[in-house]
């Protein structure tokens, strides 16, 4: 038995404004820090960005 698209897990059709107001609120029951800094520097921790390998120098 198919079901019709929108009856899909998940697929409840939301505005943009109730998925806004969906979204903050979950934030907020996760206790979701915005502070830009503080998101700043979780970013470096997971995203560090590995050196750049040096040509060898004897290719004279």
Same mark, same amino acid.
């Given at each position: 038995? !198919?079901? /019709?698209?929108?009856?899909?897990?998940?697929? #409840?059709? *939301?505005? /943009?404004?109730?998925?806004? &107001? &969906?979204?903050?609120?979950?934030? &907020?029951?996760? #206790?979701? %820090?915005?502070? #830009? %800094?503080?998101? %700043? @520097? @979780? *970013? &470096?921790?997971? @995203?560090?960005? !590995? /050196? !750049?390998? #040096?040509? /060898?120098? %004897?290719?004279?």
């Amino acid at each position: 038995m !198919k079901l /019709p698209k929108s009856s899909k897990l998940g697929a #409840e059709k *939301l505005t /943009p404004e109730e998925q806004k &107001r &969906r979204f903050e609120e979950l934030s &907020r029951e996760l #206790e979701c %820090d915005e502070s #830009e %800094d503080n998101f %700043d @520097a @979780a *970013l &470096r921790v997971i @995203a560090k960005q !590995k /050196p !750049k390998a #040096e040509p /060898p120098s %004897d290719l004279t």
